[in-house]
C-alpha cells in the first residue's frame, strides 16, 4: 500500500521544500529587495554588493534601458528619458502633480479618468510600466541570488496610498512577472521587523519620510500581533521636497531664478548633495554649473537649511499630531519612535521628533532597509515557510470608503483606520416614485463633498421592482481585502437583485492597458533576454579564465609544452571574443576552454591525492 504523506494546515506537504519569497520596498529614491535566509532575514545585494537600487529607469537610443546606478549617472545630461521618482506619479492625474514646471519631464494627460504618462524617446511610458521595469531587475536579483524561481513578493506602499495607488502597484507587480502575495504598509512592514528583532511590545510610533511621501502609523505590539490603531502622513512630502526647497533658497540667495536655469535635474541633484553633507556637517557647498556658463557657489549652513525647510518638518509633526488624536493618544503614551526612510537621517526631522516625543527615536536600524526587511518576514509567512507561524498582521484603511447620496453628499461606509480584512453594509432607498435602477458612485476621502473626494467606480443597480419612493430596501456592501483593495455590492431586499463591482479605480489601469502592456513585454522579451545571456555569458567567461589561470600558476609543471601552450590558445581565443555581442559564440570558446583543460583537471585532482595520502598507511586510512 502506498504511504500518503500529510501535513499540518498552512504548512508545505514537503518539509524539505522551501518557496522563494521576497519582500519589496519599492521606494521613490531607492528600491530594494529582501528575503529570509536561514531563519533571518537579510537584503540582497547585486553582483556589486550593492543592496540599493536606485528608483531610475532611463530609456536609451536604440531601445535599450537602464535601471538603477546606470541610469543614475544620466539623470542631468538626459534629463528627459531618465525617470526619477516615478513612485510620485503613481495613480495620479496630471492635476495631482505639483511644480511640473520644474520637472524635467512631458506629460501626457490621462484625462479626467485617466493617470498620467511621460514622454521618453521609447514612446509613451506610465508610471506603471516605468515601476514594473524596477521590480522586474529586483526579481532578477532575487533570482539570481537564489538560482531559482520566485514564488512570490510581499510589496510595501505607503500608508497614505489610496485606492487607485494601491492598484497600479499591484499591475506593476503583475507586468513585472511577479506573484504579487500581498501590499502591506511600509511603516506595518517596518515595525515588524523592528518588533520581531527586539521583543518590543507597547505601543510605538513608525516615522517614515521617504523619498517622496511621509507615514506616520500608530502602532499596537502584543505577542505577535502586530496592530495599526491610527495611520496617517502627507503622500507629497518627502526628501525631494527638502532638495526642492534648499535649491529654491540657494538660488533666491544667489539672485538667480528658476527660469535661468535651464537644467532643472542638476539643480536637484546639487540639493541633494548639499543637502546629505549637511547630515554629518554644520556646513556644506551647494554648487552647479549655469546655462550662462557661470558657477555657482554658495556656502549653505545647517541652521540655513532648517530654516529653508522648516515648512516641511512641520507639516510632517502636524500628521503626527493627527494621527496620535484619532488613536485617542497623548505623545507621553508612545513607548518609542522608530525611524525609518533615508530622510530620517536629516538632524532637524530627529530634532522634531524628539522635542514632539520629547524622547529621542529610535535609530539603531538602518532605516533604508527596515521595510524590506519586514516584507521578507511577511512574504516567508505567507509563502508557508514558517512552521511557527506566530505573526498576526492588523492592518487598517488609510482613507474612508462610501458612495455618493443625493446633493453630491459622501455617506462613509467605511470609516479610515478601521483594520481590514473588513466588511460593512448600509441599507439605502430610492428617491423617486416607480425608480427601477439606482447609479452607485463610490468614492474615497476624508471630505463630505463628492467634489472633494477621489471618485473610485460607478456602477448601476437595475431591476428595482416599481415602489413608492422610500420603499425599497438597497443594501451596498463594502469588501476590502488584505491588501487593502475594495469591491462593492448592491442588493435589492425584497426582490433579490443583485449588481456587484470589483473596484478598478479610475487612475488604475484597464484590463486591456495591462494585457496590451504585457503584450509589448512579451514583444521586448527576446530582446531583454539576449541581453541577460549577454551578460551572464561573460561572467561565466571571467569565472573561467581566472579558475584556469589559478590552475597553471600552481600546477602548470604538470603539462608538457604542447598541452600548455593548446591551453594558452584557447584562453587567447575566450579572450578575443569576450568583448563581442554574441553570446552563444562566449558561451562556444568557455566550453572549448573548459574541455580543453579536463586532462589538466585530471592530473591535478591525482597529484592532491597523492599529496594527501603520502606516508599513509591502509589500516590510518580506513
Known amino acids: ?18 518557496r522563494i519569497a521576497v519582500g519589496i520596498d519599492l521606494g521613490t529614491t531607492h528600491s530594494l529587495v529582501a528575503a529570509v535566509r536561514n531563519g533571518v532575514p537579510e537584503c540582497l545585494p547585486d553582483t556589486q554588493g550593492r543592496i540599493l537600487l536606485p528608483s531610475i529607469v532611463r530609456y536609451a537610443e536604440a531601445g535599450k534601458r537602464q535601471i538603477g546606478d546606470d541610469a543614475k549617472a544620466f539623470a542631468v545630461e ?45 514612446g509613451v511610458k506610465s508610471p506603471v510600466e516605468i515601476s514594473a521595469e524596477i521590480l522586474a531587475t529586483l526579481r532578477y536579483r532575487a533570482e539570481d541570488t537564489f538560482n531559482d524561481d520566485l514564488y512570490g513578493a510581499v510589496i510595501t506602499v505607503p500608508a497614505y496610498f489610496d485606492d487607485a495607488q494601491r492598484q497600479a502597484t499591484k ?44 507615514d506616520i502609523s500608530i502602532l499596537r505590539l502584543t505577542k505577535g500581533v502586530f496592530e495599526v490603531i491610527a495611520t496617517g502622513g502627507d503622500s507629497a512630502l518627502g526628501g525631494d521636497d527638502y532638495d526642492q526647497a534648499l535649491a529654491q533658497w540657494v538660488l533666491a540667495q544667489a539672485g538667480v531664478s528658476l527660469s535661468q536655469v535651464q537644467d532643472l535635474a542638476a539643480v536637484r541633484m546639487a540639493a541633494k548633495r548639499c543637502k546629505e553633507a549637511l547630515t554629518d556637517s554644520n556646513e556644506a557647498v551647494f554648487s552647479m554649473d ?19 525647510t522648516a515648512a516641511l518638518t512641520k507639516r510632517s509633526i502636524s500628521a503626527v499630531r493627527r494621527a496620535l488624536r484619532d488613536a485617542d493618544l497623548q505623545p507621553e503614551e508612545v513607548q518609542g519612535v522608530v525611524m525609518v526612510g533615508g530622510s530620517t537621517r536629516m538632524p532637524q526631522v530627529q530634532e522634531a ?9 529610535l535609530t539603531n536600524l538602518n ?84 467634489a472633494d473626494c477621489r471618485s473610485l467606480a460607478r456602477f448601476e443597480l437595475r431591476g428595482i421592482p416599481p ?21 462593492v455590492s448592491a442588493k435589492e431586499q425584497t426582490s433579490g437583485v443583485e449588481a456587484h463591482i470589483d473596484v478598478k479605480p479610475s487612475y488604475g489601469l484597464s484590463d486591456e ?110
Open 1 to 18: 500500500m502506498a504511504l500518503l504523506q500529510i501535513s499540518e494546515p498552512g504548512q508545505s506537504p514537503d518539509p524539505h521544500q522551501r
Open 78 to 122: 538626459d534629463a528627459a528619458n531618465t525617470i526619477v521618482s516615478v513612485k510620485r506619479f503613481m495613480g495620479r492625474s496630471l492635476a495631482d502633480i505639483g511644480n511640473q514646471e520644474q520637472l524635467p519631464y512631458r506629460f501626457e494627460d490621462g484625462g479626467a479618468q485617466g493617470m498620467v504618462s511621460l514622454h521618453t524617446r521609447a
Open 171 to 214: 499591475d506593476a507587480a503583475k507586468l513585472a512577472g511577479i506573484n504579487l502575495l500581498r501590499l502591506i504598509n511600509e511603516p506595518t512592514a517596518a515595525a515588524i521587523a523592528y518588533g520581531l528583532d527586539n521583543a518590543s511590545e507597547g505601543i510605538y510610533a513608525v516615522y517614515d519620510l521617504g523619498g517622496g511621501t511621509f
Open 290 to 308: 549655469l546655462h550662462s556658463g557661470q558657477r555657482l557657489e554658495q556656502r549653505v549652513t545647517r541652521a540655513d537649511f532648517d530654516q529653508a
Open 353 to 361: 521628533v524628539e522635542a514632539f516625543f520629547d524622547r529621542k527615536p
Open 367 to 450: 532605516p533604508d532597509e527596515v521595510v524590506a526587511l519586514g516584507a521578507a518576514i511577511q512574504a516567508n509567512q505567507l509563502a508557508g515557510n514558517n512552521a511557527a507561524g506566530d505573526l498576526l498582521l492588523l492592518d487598517v484603511i488609510p482613507l474612508s470608503l462610501g458612495i455618493e447620496t443625493m446633493g453630491g453628499l459622501v455617506e462613509r461606509i467605511i470609516s479610515r483606520n478601521e483594520t481590514i480584512p473588513a466588511a460593512r453594509a448600509q441599507d439605502f432607498t430610492t428617491y423617486k416614485d416607480g425608480q427601477t435602477a439606482m447609479a452607485i458612485h463610490v468614492v474615497q476621502g476624508e471630505r463630505d463633498l463628492v
Open 467 to 487: 415602489m413608492a419612493a422610500g420603499a425599497a430596501r438597497i443594501r451596498v456592501t463594502f469588501t476590502v481585502d488584505a491588501d487593502g483593495l475594495l469591491s
Open 513 to 622: 492597458q495591462v494585457a496590451q502592456m504585457l503584450q509589448d513585454g512579451f514583444a521586448t522579451a527576446q530582446q531583454d533576454m539576449k541581453a541577460r545571456a549577454l551578460v551572464e555569458a561573460r561572467v561565466d567567461a571571467d569565472r573561467m579564465l581566472l579558475a584556469t589561470m589559478s590552475a597553471l600558476e600552481a600546477d602548470a609543471d604538470l603539462l608538457q609544452p604542447e598541452a600548455l601552450e593548446k591551453i594558452h590558445a584557447l584562453m587567447e581565443q575566450l579572450r578575443a571574443v569576450q568583448a563581442s555581442e554574441d553570446a552563444a559564440q562566449i558561451e562556444a570558446a568557455t566550453q572549448a576552454l573548459a574541455k580543453g583543460t579536463e586532462a589538466f583537471a585530471a592530473q591535478r585532482m591525482n597529484r592532491n591525492i597523492r599529496e594527501a595520502l603520502a606516508g599513509k598507511s591502509v589500516q590510518s586510512i580506513s
